[in-house]
C-alpha cells in the first residue's frame, strides 16, 4: 500500500472512528430484542477530505412469529450530509436493511456508494441485548463486493486490524471475530471477498454474553460502490455436531440461515 494512500485512510478514519464511537453511545442497553424492539440504532457515517457526518435509523422491525425474524428495509436512498457544511453530500447509502433473530443472530446488509473523493464509511449494526448466555457457541460470516463506476478501477481498505479487514464482530465480552480483507477490481469490473469464522462448525466464547454488535469500517474509491452482507450468531451450546449455512441477506431478510435443532 503506497503512503499517500496511508496517510488518506489515517486522516479519514479519524472522522469514522469518532462517529463510530457516537453512534454507540447512542445505543442504551434494553431488556431484549422482543421487550424493546425500539431501542435499536444503526449508525451509518461517511468521512472524507470534504468533511464528516453522519446518520441514524431507529428500525421498525416488522416481526414473523413463525419465522421468529424481526425485519427492516430503508425505504430509499438517504444522502450522508457534512456536518460542517450541510449541503455537502459524502456519500450515498443505496440500501440498507436487517434481521434480527432473539435467538440470537443479527443479519446486516447494505450498498453505498462514494462520491468524488475516496471516502470511509463506518456502518453499525443494531446493538441487541439479551439475558446472559453462558460459555455460548458462535459463528461470524460476512462478504463485500465493490464495483468501479468510472473506468479507473475500485479499491476498498478495511478499518480494522492496521487496515487490513474490513468487518468487526463483537460481544460484550470484546471483539469476536475481523474478517474480510482489502479489495481490488479492475476497470468497469467488480470483485469480492468474504470470509467466515470459524471455517467450519463453531466455537466456543469464554464468559457470559449480553450483548452483541456488528460493523463494517473501510476506505472506499471515488465514485465506486460497496455492498455487503453479514450474519453473526451467538446461542447456548450445541451438545451435539450441527451445522449453519449462511447466506447473503436480501432486502427482504436473511436469504438463507439453518441451524440443527439443539437436543
Same mark, same amino acid.
Given at each position: ?24 453511545? !447512542? ?20 468521512? !472524507? ?7 441514524? $435509523?431507529?428500525?421498525?422491525?416488522? *416481526? ?17 450530509? !457534512? ?6 453530500? /459524502? ?63 475500485? @479499491? ?10 474490513? @468487518? ?7 471483539? @469476536? ?8 477490481? /479492475? ?9 467466515? $469464522?470459524?471455517?467450519?462448525? *463453531? ?12 460493523? $463494517? ?14 450474519? $453473526? @450468531? ?22 438463507? /440461515? ?6
Amino acid at each position: 500500500m503506497s503512503s499517500s494512500l496511508k496517510s488518506r485512510i489515517g486522516a479519514v478514519l479519524v472522522g469514522a472512528v469518532l462517529l463510530a464511537a457516537v453512534a454507540a453511545g !447512542s445505543v442504551a442497553a434494553g431488556p431484549g430484542l422482543l421487550d424493546d424492539p425500539f431501542g435499536l440504532v444503526i449508525g451509518v457515517s461517511a468521512s !472524507s477530505q470534504a468533511g464528516s457526518g453522519s446518520t441514524f $435509523f431507529l428500525p421498525e422491525l416488522v *416481526f414473523d412469529p413463525d419465522a421468529g425474524w424481526g425485519t427492516w428495509n430503508l425505504a430509499g436512498p438517504v444522502a450522508i450530509y !457534512s456536518s460542517e457544511n450541510p449541503e455537502q453530500a /459524502l456519500g450515498i447509502i443505496e440500501s440498507l436493511s436487517t434481521a434480527i433473530n432473539p435467538d440470537p443472530v443479527i443479519g446486516f446488509t447494505f450498498n453505498v456508494k462514494a462520491l468524488d473523493v475516496d471516502t470511509v464509511f463506518n456502518i453499525s449494526s443494531v446493538t441487541l441485548s439479551f439475558p446472559g448466555i453462558a460459555f455460548p457457541d458462535a459463528v461470524a460470516s460476512a462478504g463485500i463486493t465493490i464495483t468501479d463506476n468510472n473506468g479507473d478501477g475500485a @479499491y476498498l481498505v478495511g478499518g480494522y486490524v492496521s487496515n487490513t479487514l474490513a @468487518y468487526q464482530a463483537q460481544t460484550n465480552l470484546g471483539v @469476536y471475530a475481523h474478517l474480510v480483507p482489502n479489495i481490488t477490481a /479492475l476497470p468497469n469490473q467488480s470483485a469480492t471477498a468474504s470470509q467466515t $469464522f470459524p471455517v467450519m462448525g *463453531f466455537n466456543t466464547i469464554p464468559g457470559t454474553v449480553t450483548s452483541m454488535q456488528t460493523s $463494517f469500517t473501510f476506505l472506499l474509491s471515488a465514485h465506486d460502490a460497496a455492498s455487503g452482507s453479514s450474519v $453473526f @450468531y451467538v446461542g447456548p451450546p450445541i451438545p451435539e455436531p450441527a451445522s449453519m449455512t449462511l447466506a447473503a441477506m436480501g432486502l427482504a431478510g436473511i436469504a438463507g /440461515l439453518r441451524r440443527k435443532a439443539r437436543a
